[in-house]
């Protein structure tokens, strides 16, 4: 198929975010049939790894930190939060970095769409694809279709799916 010959050979030639983008784009994209769906999922997410999650600046190049600067400061400047780029740094350090520090940054906002029918969450880096997630959302009162903005993050909490086994 015509749509795939572009990501193929970006692939073929390591242009991993050009890449990343380019199947990014055929996501939604209307009339992807469940098996091209499977090879894109099989495609997307470990690209998306190493694109975004890895250590490796294919986004943009390495950011260099200021005297004072906290890796706290850095995400909220790109809009991404801290808990990330400390992951991807493996930086835990609350404390301010040593000046000069490189650090990898991606460019946030992140966005989610909840696909109740397949209980899924898929989350996009700007238009980049970031990965899947399972979810269940309660009923009580029922979800309805809209925007909606996370505000926080709760730690520790416990969930339960329908038959009433923890999550």
């Given at each position: 198929?015509?749509a795939?010959?572009?990501?193929?050979?970006?692939?073929?030639?390591?242009?991993?975010?050009?890449?990343?983008?380019?199947?990014?784009l055929?996501?939604?994209?209307?009339?992807?049939?469940?098996?091209?769906?499977q090879r894109?999922?099989?495609?997307?997410?470990?690209?998306?790894?190493?694109?975004i999650?890895?250590?490796?600046?294919?986004?943009?190049?390495?950011?260099?930190?200021?005297?004072?600067?906290?890796?706290?400061?850095?995400?909220?400047?790109?809009?991404?939060?801290?808990?990330l780029?400390?992951?991807?740094?493996?930086?835990?350090?609350?404390?301010?970095?040593?000046?000069?520090?490189?650090?990898?940054?991606?460019?946030?906002?992140f966005?989610?769409?909840?696909?109740?029918?397949?209980?899924?969450?898929?989350l996009?880096?700007?238009?980049?694809?970031?990965?899947?997630?399972?979810?269940?959302?309660?009923?009580?009162?029922?979800?309805?279709?809209?925007e909606?903005?996370?505000?926080g993050?709760?730690?520790?909490?416990?969930?339960?799916?329908?038959?009433?086994?923890e999550?």
């Amino acid at each position: 198929d015509e749509a795939w010959k572009s990501p193929m050979g970006q692939l073929a030639n390591q242009h991993w975010a050009e890449a990343l983008l380019t199947l990014s784009l055929l996501y939604d994209k209307p009339g992807v049939t469940g098996q091209q769906r499977q090879r894109l999922v099989d495609l997307l997410d470990p690209l998306a790894g190493k694109v975004i999650y890895s250590t490796e600046h294919l986004l943009e190049p390495p950011y260099r930190s200021r005297p004072g600067e906290t890796l706290e400061q850095i995400a909220d400047s790109h809009q991404v939060p801290a808990a990330l780029l400390q992951n991807i740094n493996r930086l835990y350090d609350p404390q301010p970095l040593p000046p000069g520090t490189l650090v990898k940054v991606v460019r946030g906002p992140f966005r989610a769409e909840v696909q109740l029918d397949k209980e899924e969450l898929v989350l996009f880096l700007g238009k980049f694809y970031a990965g899947r997630f399972a979810v269940s959302v309660g009923n009580d009162p029922r979800p309805q279709p809209g925007e909606y903005r996370v505000v926080g993050k709760q730690q520790g909490r416990e969930y339960f799916a329908p038959d009433g086994s923890e999550v």
